[in-house]
């Protein structure tokens, strides 16, 4: 089975700014790609006039945003397919910043997930936000809970449960050589909690963001892989709503 990947692309917030050049390669170089953006009249605008792409391109674009992501179920799963059965490249755009952070896509990632796709990012400065846009995770609301403590194992496995029953999705980081070390704890803590809504939290473990080793690892907290190498890494728990929490 054939299988693309979706690609989140950040788009200057100035309507006026170019792509980065990079990215404008990147475009000129995907002949059969697909594009996906918010609204028709500002992404042909842009794509001629401010970013000077071929307007042939353009019959390449397909449209999702705020208005219609939800009731687009058919155009999501036409575009998994697109991905799935015939390999094909999938860029992602919002009318400016990062897509499917606070902006439409997030639907989109989920499926991509669901179905074994690949999701990455063209170059983005912030991990933290990149990280939880790649999840696919409801982030309506979400806590960045940032480093556990250090040197005290008490007091990072008493936070480390509180975040476990957290409602919101979490945000964690941590230095690379403690990632075996949380991933044991995050791993041990979920079970030892005996509670359902945690121990099936989902969670996305994102590292060596934007770096030729990038990886995306999913899963339910209580089977977190175990990681044996020191790598730069963010870990989103998804948030417990009523349907996963169990309650």
Known sequence: MKKGKLVLVPTPLDEERPLRSEVRELFLSEVEAIFVFEEPK?????????????????????FLNEHNEKAKSE???????????????VYLMSDGGLPAFCDPGR???????????GVSAT???????????????????????????????????????????????????????RLKQLCEEVRAAAIASGVWG??????????????????LLMGEVSSMREQKEKREFILVLEGMNEKNSGR
């Open 42 to 62: 500002l992404a042909y605008a842009r794509w001629v006039r401010v970013w000077g792409l071929p307007r042939e391109r353009m019959s390449h674009f397909y």
């Open 75 to 89: 155009i999501i799963a036409e575009l998994v397919a697109k991905m799935r059965d015939e390999g094909a490249t």
């Open 198 to 215: 945690i121990k099936n939290r989902r969670y996305c473990l994102a590292m060596d963001l934007n770096m030729s080793k990038e990886e």
């Open 107 to 117: 639907l989109l990632v989920r499926a991509c997930h669901q179905e074994g796709i």
């Open 123 to 177: 170059p983005f400065e912030n991990s933290v936000v990149l990280a939880l846009a790649l999840s696919g995770f409801d982030h309506d609301e979400f806590l960045f809970a940032g480093f556990l403590p250090a040197k005290n194992l008490d007091a990072r496995a008493k936070k480390l449960q509180q975040l476990l029953r957290e409602k919101r999705t979490v945000i964690l980081m941590d230095t690379p050589y």
